[in-house]
């Protein structure tokens, strides 16, 4: 392996320091990335627009120090639902296929003002709807694992990008579980901050009471590191929090000893099963081992239960695609084919027409169930049956975990029911899709920060991931129990065979 080649072996927080120590050169990480990018991405497709010439301007001006900051010269994918003034911002729609947006996300904006290198935008479900990033208008992004396997969704791009080291670290967005699903599918880290942690402004709204963006990293030093780069206030977000981001480094080595790990009985049934099963299992060994204490907790409105037919059900899913599919109906309102965005080239006889046509012709199907879904839950005589209850539904789930917490510090379970499952498995069946995100989607309801990282292979060579859930700003004792778990397991910094030149 060559010198330029061995770069994209660091981590984030590594490139940086080895770029602001002169032992390497933003240019020739920004080079050692797009050869990478050159030689992996045809198989794998995490990528939608790579920005290779704006990379090497910003890298060059990184070596003569004109930009500066704690991630000088680190090349950054963003997922492609964030805006920004260079490139397309797709969201992965035929819709928004050439839109060119006029502002700055400030996720996205707050990682250059750090002096990130921003190499491109990555694949997604389309409007960040969906579990695998099949539902792209774009291409196939395929699991650097097994590329006959999905990689997640929606943030699907962005994990795939980082598990196959075509980015240092990248941003996603978690609705229902888009950042955490894919980082455990891929083999990395994903972190859901707390809403309202990380400002919203500049990312294309699905569900705005849900939604978040996060980061996707290669170990929680680095998802410590971004967060506290992209959080704080924001006064373009009337949702972002006034409260100070700490230092979120600063506990990641005090261990696991004192703290105390809460299972949920609901979540450690029959339906937690197999292969993920043991993972988990052996992860509360590995707590209890390292000094941590483990007590049974109760979220009674969060169970998962299993049928004869072996088929998994939740309050929490339910609730969750009743108020996540009224919120996108609402906010893919604005898409009309009028203001911007496609416009069909049909003759029409009236503005409604037009709307339809446009719409037909370039929403996926995905989106279309969606924004039916949730025009049917907000309509009359239905807005009660199933909105208003959603919403009593996810005050209960909120309660359960604040009563959870007065007993732990930190909650244990499952990210995904399985590892990856192969491309085409569940299209046919959107319940069963929607399933994929039963352990996560509950934490969006309640407004919680969680975390995704490495537990360890199954027997076919694939990535289980275990969730780590905290209360409200409890970033800082996720990030201290992840890095523990990381300390202890040596899980972290898993290699993907595509690296090795497998797929």
């Not at 490139?87 to 060119?100: D, K």
């Not at 402004?201 to 990293?217: E, K, N, R």
């Not at 170990?219 to 230092?247: C, K, M, Q």
Request: charged letters at 20%.
């Amino acid at each position: 392996m060559s010198a330029a080649s061995d770069l994209t072996i660091l981590t984030a927080a590594e490139l940086a320091k080895a770029i602001a120590t002169g032992e390497a050169s933003a240019t020739a990480a920004i080079e050692a990335y797009l050869a990478a990018i050159d030689a992996r991405d045809g198989a794998i497709g995490a990528y939608n627009e790579v920005f290779a010439d704006r990379a090497r301007a910003r890298a060059t001006s990184v070596d003569a120090g004109e930009i500066t900051g704690p991630l000088a010269g680190v090349p950054i994918a963003v997922k492609d639902n964030m805006c920004t003034t260079y490139g397309r911002t797709t969201c992965a729609s035929t819709y928004l296929a050439t839109f060119e947006a006029p502002y700055d996300c400030t996720a996205v904006a707050n990682l250059e003002a750090a002096g990130a290198v921003v190499l491109g935008k990555t694949n997604m479900d389309e409007f960040a709807m969906g579990s695998s990033t099949e539902n792209s208008s774009t291409r196939m992004t395929r699991n650097p694992w097994d590329t006959d396997r999905v990689p997640g969704g929606s943030s699907g791009g962005s994990a795939a990008a980082v598990a196959a080291h075509l980015c240092a670290a990248a941003l996603g967005s978690d609705t229902g579980g888009s950042i955490r699903q894919p980082a455990a599918l891929c083999g990395i880290v994903g972190l859901k901050p707390t809403y309202g942690r990380v400002s919203r402004y500049g990312l294309v709204a699905f569900g705005s009471s849900l939604d978040q963006i996060g980061p996707m990293t290669r170990d929680v030093a680095d998802a410590a590191l971004l967060t506290r780069i992209i959080a704080g206030h924001d006064d373009r977000d009337a949702t972002s929090l006034s409260e100070d981001v700490p230092d979120y480094a600063a506990d990641l080595a005090s261990g696991a000893a004192g703290l105390r790990i809460g299972l949920p009985t609901e979540f450690y049934t029959d339906a937690l099963g197999g292969e993920v099963r043991s993972v988990i299992d052996q992860a509360i060994e590995t707590y209890r081992a390292a000094g941590a204490e483990t007590v049974e907790v109760s979220l009674p409105h969060s169970r998962i239960d299993i049928d004869a037919d072996g088929k998994l059900s939740s309050f929490a899913v339910a609730a969750y695609y009743i108020i996540c599919t009224a919120e996108c109906s609402s906010n893919l309102a604005r898409f009309d084919g009028v203001h911007y965005g496609h416009r069909t080239e049909e003759k029409v006889e009236d503005i409604i027409e037009l709307y339809s046509r446009s719409r037909a012709e370039s929403l996926g199907e995905e989106v279309k169930r969606r924004i039916m879904l949730g025009n049917y839950a907000l309509s009359s005589g239905y807005y009660d049956a199933y909105y208003n209850k959603a919403l009593k539904v996810r005050r209960l789930i909120a309660n359960d975990f604040a009563a959870a917490f007065k007993h732990c510090d930190v909650i244990l379970c499952a990210t995904t029911p399985t590892p990856a499952f192969r491309i085409g498995e569940k299209t046919d069946d959107p319940l069963e899709m929607y399933l994929a995100d039963i352990y996560t989607n509950s934490l969006n309801l309640a407004g919680l920060p969680g975390m995704s990282l490495p537990g360890g292979l199954s027997s076919d060579g694939l990535p289980v991931g275990i969730q780590l859930i905290g209360p409200v700003l409890g970033e800082p004792t996720l990030f201290r129990a992840g890095r523990a778990f990381e300390a202890a397991s040596g899980t972290s910094r898993l290699t993907s065979p595509v690296i090795e030149g497998q797929s």
